[in-house]
């Protein structure tokens, strides 16, 4: 059964660094997503995309972010400099229809 | 701003139908309702999707009431690999709001 891959699975970094974590969606998807979720916290959304370009992003994903589908596989989300409060799991989600299918998560521990 | 509540936690006994409610107030007219699975550390998990009436697979069955703003998650015969968090989701164009999910815990 096809799924979606993340990695890295555990990303440790300095405040004030920059990270990329990284997505393979399901190959047929065409619709993307970044989701986070804060330790002991509710999956919040942060951003899709659809056709190489963002199609709807939250509050939360501000000028400190960016996603990018670099080739045909991969779709990344970078964290330019990150802080403290970056710390969450990250989820990668795609769809072909209406059914979003998660990655088992990022891991990203910013000290 | 859209709110999307669950109860925070119930417990169950192993072989017991589980029923998890979620309140969507303000679900759009064109959002699914989508209901995942979520273990510690892992990802959610897809367990069932409906927009109206009653939809069932194999794992459950999504009731949906005719008003749409809430929806639930019935679990037949729990067992202890059940115990999760388990998240409503509505979804439609450009809107995606997670519930505050419900923790169960199986007993034997």
């Known amino acids: 059964e096809p799924e979606v891959t993340q990695t890295p699975s555990h990303q440790v970094t300095q405040m004030g660094q920059e990270v990329i974590l990284r997505c393979v969606p399901i190959?047929?998807?065409?619709?993307f997503y970044w989701y986070r979720q804060i330790l002991g916290q509710k999956v919040e959304f942060l951003v899709s995309?659809?056709?190489?370009?963002?199609?709807?992003k939250s509050e939360i994903f501000d000028d400190q972010f960016s996603v990018e589908r670099p080739d045909g596989s991969n779709f990344t989300l970078k964290i330019r400099s990150t802080k403290l409060e970056d710390s969450a799991m990250y989820f990668c989600?795609?769809?072909?229809?209406?059914?979003?299918?998660f990655g088992p998560g990022t891991r990203l521990t910013v000290l | 701003l859209a709110k999307t509540t669950q109860p925070i936690s119930m417990d169950s006994y192993e072989g017991q139908e589980v029923n998890i409610t979620c309140s969507h107030n303000?679900?759009?007219?064109?959002?699914?309702i989508t209901w995942y699975q979520q273990f510690p550390s892992q990802g959610p998990r897809f367990i069932i999707q409906?927009?109206?009436t009653k939809v069932t697979n194999e794992v459950a069955s999504l009731f949906i009431p005719a008003d749409r703003k809430s929806s639930t998650l019935s679990l037949p015969r729990v067992s202890l690999s059940d115990t999760a968090v388990y998240y409503c989701?509505?979804?439609?164009?450009?809107?995606?709001?997670f519930g505050t999910g419900t923790r169960l815990k199986v007993l034997a």
């Open positions: 989600a795609s769809t072909s229809t209406d059914t979003q299918f």
């Open positions: 190959s047929n998807h065409l619709y």
């Open positions: 995309f659809y056709n190489n370009e963002i199609s709807e």
């Open positions: 303000n679900i759009a007219t064109n959002d699914y």
């Open positions: 409906g927009y109206k």
């Open positions: 989701l509505t979804s439609g164009t450009y809107k995606y709001i």
